[in-house]
């Protein structure tokens, strides 16, 4: 069923660009609904100036803006250009380690259309990532069926006849199972441009490091493996992350040629740092911005809290491997050789009636041998999930400062708003729009929290079920085994 959409602003079509030529108030049929219903996309247009026009379509019940914006070259009148992330913010702000000092991202002297926004640069047209109120608040538009992902197979490949190796791992998306080849420079590649694009309003956990020696051990390759899966599936959760442009690149190319184009294309894409806001749309009022300034210290008071909870768990959990696979080892085979000794002792009485007797003692010490061995391995089969959660959560949670401080920034500024109206500096309907800025820059923060804590609470659930399932398993194989040893033993 074809869909209407109202037609805002005027649109003048250039000939032999293959355009629509629109007048406000015109109502529009929509009929291509599998071409503008899919994953937020760059358009690139011919002309470099193009009017505003926003139409409002519905598709199965999900709201879509599609914002065609006025596109020229750099003019300095883009509201939200002086908020680039490589040259603005005051001097690291709280939490952050790349802030820059630079102009006011608050320009008095901008003139732009207030409702239209003048960027993100030439040719490029941006379709907007949706916000909507949900029970807990701001929360992203998720997708009908979640992406995943697995990460398998490693094969070690060459380049340059040889004199180059490198380690190839297979991706397959669930929604082509068609496998992809990438090595760990490609996920590298990948990271920052995710960081670059999204990292002002989405936190980016950082990679498994780098590795310069021994990147060929095969213990290292399945560590490495395993924590590029984990990186992966929390990409794959996000909701704006894994409807990107780059990101299903990265899981979908069709061939080298493919691939290089995506990489070109998505390295020209400018709308990067705090621009990600100018494609954000919230389907709710404006927001009081105390109440979100209070949130917003709640938020950073709690993910202080459970960072230093995180590093208190991961602190324990080295110490409590270290034990299993140590001294604790140890001292049940030291109990295992004394009964086992113990039971050479009572043979060589030469006694006809101890015969069951150092039987079930050597039994016994072989138990606690076995026992150890146990001890040992087990680690690996509980604890080692419970400690990579928490190293991800570790990594997660040391990019909430920049996040935060960057949204921190953007209030103190329209707070001095006030001030530069009273000197005349700039226009109370310019101080509004700053406000209304922030107050998506704000709910797409609250909309981070959110998913933040819903994954948080599935995560530590899934997490701990599985580490104690595993520790039942462990304790009760081991009550089996002293059981059976108990049994050997009779009396008169």
Known sequence: ???????????????????????????????????????????????????????????????????????????????????????????????????????????????????????????????????????????????????????????????????????????????????????????????????????????????????????????????????????????????????????????????EKDWKMGKRKAEKDETVGVMIFTTIEPEAPDLDLLEVEQKCEQFSRFTKAMDDGVKEILTVGHEHWKRCTGPLPKEYQRIGKAFQNLSSVFTSSGYQGEATLTDALTEAGKTYEEIARMFAEQPKKDLHFLMENNNEYKGLLGCFPDTIGVHKAAIEKVKEGDKLVAASKITSQEKGAMAKRVSTMSYALQAEMNHFHSNRIYDYNRVMQLYLEEQVKFYETIAAKLRQAHSQFTTM
């Open 1 to 255: 069923m074809a869909k209407s959409a109202r037609v805002l602003y005027e649109f003048t079509a250039e000939a032999g660009n293959n355009e629509l030529s629109v007048k406000e108030g015109e109502t529009l049929t929509v009929t291509n609904k599998v071409k503008i219903a899919l994953n937020p996309t760059w358009v690139t247009y011919s002309t470099m100036s193009v009017f505003v026009l926003f139409v409002a379509c519905v598709f199965s019940k999900v709201k879509t803006l599609f914002c065609f914006y006025h596109l020229q070259a750099s003019n300095g009148n883009d509201p939200w250009s002086t908020w680039n992330s490589n040259n603005n913010w005051p001097s690291n702000p709280e939490g952050t380690q790349t802030g820059k000092s630079a102009a006011d991202p608050w320009n008095s002297q901008m003139q732009a259309h207030p409702q239209a926004y003048q960027g993100p640069g030439k040719n490029m047209v941006c379709l907007t990532l949706i916000l909507h109120m949900g029970e807990v608040g701001p929360v992203w538009l998720y997708p009908e069926s979640q992406l995943d992902c697995v990460v398998a197979d490693p094969k070690k490949g060459s380049k340059m006849y040889g004199l180059k190796s490198y380690i190839e791992y297979q991706i397959t998306p669930n929604t082509t199972n068609r496998p992809v080849n990438h090595r760990y420079k490609h996920f590298d590649w990948l990271y920052e441009r995710l960081l670059d694009k999204f990292g002002s309003a989405i936190p980016i956990p950082s990679l498994p490091d780098k590795q310069v020696t021994g990147r060929f051990e095969e213990e290292f390759i399945k560590m490495r493996m395993e924590r590029l899966q984990g990186w992966m599936i929390r990409m794959c959760r996000h909701p704006v992350i894994s409807c990107s442009d780059v990101f299903q690149l990265f899981l979908t190319y069709k061939d």
